[in-house]
């Protein structure tokens, strides 16, 4: 089954969300404790039973955001069902208040229009393929037409959809049956009295502050945020500040539901009171400026509080982005935010920005986000009042006539179309802004007003047009130490930047051809982070005079974004002594997707060069800051031919990605003590090294390599290679894992190309060493034609956590799984493997070869999980399993699908 998302909320970076719900398809039963992520229906394990506080001041952490409750079992199953294939029900809908944990996947779309196209026209060429879909639509806040995400009534077989909503009523306009609707309620009692005592930490000793809890809890109304927010409120606090809150809150009716909402504002409010430092207090309120469900960049509330003077005695960008962070994680750990899928990114509880954005007269800031309703535009009594705005101009052709706030210090407009302008004297009357952000504004910016805004210190316009490409205006801000024009594709930054003298930060990502005048960088003085990473591979033309002002500028850098390719730029001479953040690239581009998240502050270099270069431009003073390192270095024999040699063993102690590729005097990548220093390594990815022979080299002293961070292995197209640690007995074989290998987190592994390879595992495997690669989720194999074996005979430890096994092109592999079950200790085993899948394997006669002379009719649950067998193209297939008696427990089993040669499928 398929999935879609829809809704009329603002949503970013949909693929990877989309990516991974594909990836958990078919799962859902067997994954309870995933399911909907950050939604939660089940805990992984409830903290206890009891209906009190914990007799010990060391019980475990509950986290709201990462639990599910045992009353949400039998809502899921029901929905669970209603999604079979052989469910007559096609629409169906979870309804419930805020906080009380539905679901928050989304979908945009420029217009209704273009979705419904999209939509329909994806939708028919999925039916043609004969496949199920199911779309949901998160967060309904009114009825919407199946037309509008192109879909027809009644819905076509084949389809279902789910829409989770707070109103019963638009769902059953949506024509879906009473019967369809589950009602998400707050927790019962119990659980909601486990959840509160656990988080908040308090003994039975304390009985004063046990008696008033349980009057706070009976208001909380068994919403888990409210729970969750005011016992982290709570926490460690006195008897006294239990009594206040209790107190705030007793004045509430919960027989009413908007009282209800009163209380969980109540709840906010109290937990915003309680924050110890004025800067998380600051931060929590200008993160609910933004759109509901909107993924905030943690660098933007670093450069709007600049602007902001947020961060009192902050003497540089770089201590206020550290206590940026150190804000975000108290918030977070008040329940008051949420981590977010990108890395970099935090988000807000819709109930949290609408407590925000209540109170204009207190926060004084308003957020428009459907600029048509005019409840949320300041009334009249608020405007002197309301100090920053957030603007939504998507549908908008102009600002409001009446658009007048005198003390407007933040004003930040987004997603216009091309019909949206503004009135050339727009800026003239907000002398007091502080903060300028313009994000995706299509129509071409004349921002000539802004000469007034003297006290401008925040400048950020991303993916703009701007009329001629011109900023010449921006030098008359001289007041500006934030200047942010990323994506807006300038080509020429002008003289009248030399007058910004008290510039910190300035960020040209995203120039094409730009031309800096004479002088620009040498005026700079104060500036601490550049960021200059170009568009379109079109490189920034660098003057003589622009080389030596950087080389000067650079002595001062904390923060550098530069590329050395196809300019007359040197990294000889650059000082990259001061660097503490930096994007820099050597014989390439910076390409705009990193390994990592394509976050401002991830530090990374890129070298296509060779060790001379490398040596001499000192690069290797920026190893130990190094979290992500791509190599392409043709005379490297290994790794350590490019560092110091005093620090080698700790120079990459930062490093989480490595990728190396089209190093061809490679012969191994590491020595074992420098191997054994990549304690946060999480990616490694080699490729293209034809000599390369295995990871690391031997040892007389070490004879252990371990990577206790590494996720992802990815070894592609390496001729020669043949083990990750080599044997020192010539004459046996070599597998790829041995005992010598320790990577206890290695979840994803691809093998493409290695052609001498023979076994990825011995055929016998000592006691323990399983355990140390035995978190596989992912196991695919390509290319490999010496290949016989992929796992051991006793291969059920490595198999607990793997869920797909892919293996295309090894032409010497006759079977996948040769089992001997005598070498099993534990026939009854967990299973995670659900998808295999074989192409192209011109030897492979059987998935299942079983010796099973001691157990021959024992039941072999290891398989258990398994739902999808697809054999495509493998001329020799006679069985799945052989003998043809073996008894296997396959009661996931849906698809087996056999395609043979002649185009013939045969399906079991």
């Known amino acids: 089954m398929d999935f879609f998302f829809s809704s009329t909320k603002h949503v970013t970076n949909m693929t990877e969300k989309l990516t991974e719900l594909n990836e958990a398809k078919g799962v859902m039963e067997e994954k309870k404790n995933d399911a909907l992520r950050n939604d939660q229906f089940i805990p992984d394990t409830l903290p206890g039973t009891h209906a009190g506080p914990s007799t010990s001041e060391t019980a475990h952490d509950y986290d709201v955001t990462r639990n599910i409750f045992p009353s949400r079992l039998s809502i899921f199953n029901d929905v669970l069902k209603s999604l079979e294939h052989d469910s007559e029900t096609q629409m169906m809908a979870i309804c419930g208040m805020g906080g009380v944990e539905q679901t928050g996947l989304a979908l945009s779309e420029d217009t209704i229009d273009a979705r419904a196209d999209r939509l329909r026209n994806r939708f028919e060429q999925m039916l043609k393929g004969g496949e199920n879909i199911l779309v949901i639509m998160d967060d309904v806040w009114e009825a919407i037409n199946l037309k509008d995400i192109g879909l027809a009534s009644p819905i076509p077989k084949g389809f279902k959809l789910l829409v989770t909503s707070r109103i019963e009523k638009d769902c059953i306009k949506m024509d879906i049956e009473t019967k369809s609707i589950f009602k998400m309620v707050g927790l019962e009692e119990q659980e909601a009295n486990s959840f509160f005592w656990e988080t908040v930490r308090i003994s039975y000793e304390d009985s004063e502050r046990c008696t008033i809890g349980k009057a706070i809890l009976n208001k909380c109304g068994g919403l888990p945020i409210a729970i969750k927010t005011i016992a982290l409120a709570l926490r460690s606090e006195d008897v006294y500040a239990w009594q206040v809150a209790q107190m705030s809150l007793q004045r509430h009716n919960l027989e009413d539901i908007e009282d209800l909402d009163g209380v969980v504002y109540n709840i906010f409010d109290i937990s915003y009171e ?204 001289v007041n500006l130490e934030v200047l942010s024009i990323a994506h807006c594709h300038i080509q020429k930054l002008p003289s009248t930047i030399r007058q910004l003298k008290m510039l910190k930060l300035l960020d040209l990502t995203g120039c094409i051809d730009l031309c800096i005048d004479d002088g620009v960088l040498r005026c700079l003085e104060k500036l601490e982070e550049l960021y200059m990473r170009c568009s379109d591979e079109k490189p920034i033309r660098f003057t003589n005079a622009n080389c030596d002002e950087l080389e000067t500028l650079s002595r001062k850098l904390y923060a550098l974004d530069v590329e050395f390719y196809k300019n007359i730029l040197e990294p000889k001479r650059i000082s990259f002594t001061k660097l503490q953040k930096f994007r820099i690239s050597m014989g390439c581009f910076l390409k705009k997707r990193f390994a990592l998240p394509d976050d401002i502050y991830s530090s990374t270099l890129k070298l296509v060069t060779n060790r001379s270069n490398i040596l001499e431009c000192n690069f290797s003073e920026l190893f130990s800051k190094t979290e992500e390192l791509h190599l392409s270095v043709k005379d490297m024999n290994c790794v350590e031919d490019i560092a110091m040699p005093l620090s080698q063993h700790s120079t990459f102690c930062m490093l989480k990605v490595l990728c190396v590729f089209k190093c061809v005097d490679l012969t191994h990548l590491f020595t074992i003590p420098t191997a054994n220093g990549l304690k946060q390594l999480r990616s490694l990815k080699v490729s293209s090294c034809p000599v390369l022979k295995s990871l690391v080299s031997s040892s007389d002293r070490l004879n252990l390599m371990e990577l206790p961070q590494l996720v992802e292995l990815e070894l592609n197209d390496l001729p020669d290679f043949t083990s990750i640690f080599p044997e020192n007995n010539v004459s046996t074989t070599h597998p790829l894992f041995n005992k010598e290998v320790v990577f206890p987190k290695l979840s994803i592994i691809k093998i493409v190309g290695l052609k001498k390879l023979t076994h990825i595992w011995a055929c016998e495997v000592s006691n323990g060493e399983e355990d140390n690669v035995s978190k596989l989720r992912e196991i695919e194999v390509i290319d490999c034609d010496c290949l016989v074996n992929l796992f051991p005979r006793n291969p059920m430890r490595i198999l607990s956590h793997l869920e797909e096994l892919k293996v295309q092109r090894c032409s010497s592999i006759e079977v996948l799984f040769n089992m001997d079950l005598g070498k099993i200790e534990q026939l009854k085993c967990s299973s995670k493997l659900r998808r295999i899948l074989c192409d192209n394997l011109e030897e492979l006669t059987e998935v299942w070869r079983i010796n099973a002379e001691k157990n021959p009719d024992h039941l072999i649950c290891g398989f258990q999980a398994v739902e999808t067998i697809r054999i495509d193209r493998c001329k020799k297939f006679r069985n799945v399993f052989t003998p043809a008696a073996s008894n296997f427990d396959f009661g996931a089993l849906k698809d087996i699908t056999i395609k043979l040669n002649s185009g013939e499928e045969l399906e079991v």
């Open 274 to 477: 309680h924050l110890k430092k004025d800067e998380d207090k600051a931060i929590f309120v200008l993160c609910g400026l933004y759109p509901d469900d909107f993924d905030i960049p943690l660098e933007e509330l670093l450069r709007y509080g600049w602007g902001l003077r947020l961060f009192k005695s902050a003497y540089t960008i770089d201590e206020a982005r550290k206590r940026t962070y150190a804000s975000v994680s108290n918030l977070i750990g008040a329940n008051l935010l949420t981590e977010s899928y990108p890395v970099g990114c935090v988000k807000m509880h819709d109930l949290a920005r609408a407590f925000v954005l209540s109170n204009i007269s207190k926060y004084k800031q308003a957020s428009i986000v459907n600029h048509g309703d005019k409840s949320k535009w300041p009334t009249k009594d608020t405007r002197e009042s309301c100090e920053r705005i957030l603007l939504v101009c998507k549908g908008m052709y102009d600002v409001p006539e009446d658009f007048d706030y005198p003390n407007l210090a933040l004003l930040k407009l987004m997603n216009a179309d091309k019909e949206f302008k503004l009135p050339e004297v727009f800026y003239k009357r907000m002398e007091k802004l502080e903060v300028l952000a313009h994000d995706h504004m299509r129509n071409p910016l004349l921002l000539v007003s802004l000469q007034c805004s003297f006290n401008l210190r925040t400048l950020c316009l991303h993916s703009c047009s701007l009329v001629d490409n011109d900023i010449s205006f921006v030098g008359d801000l």
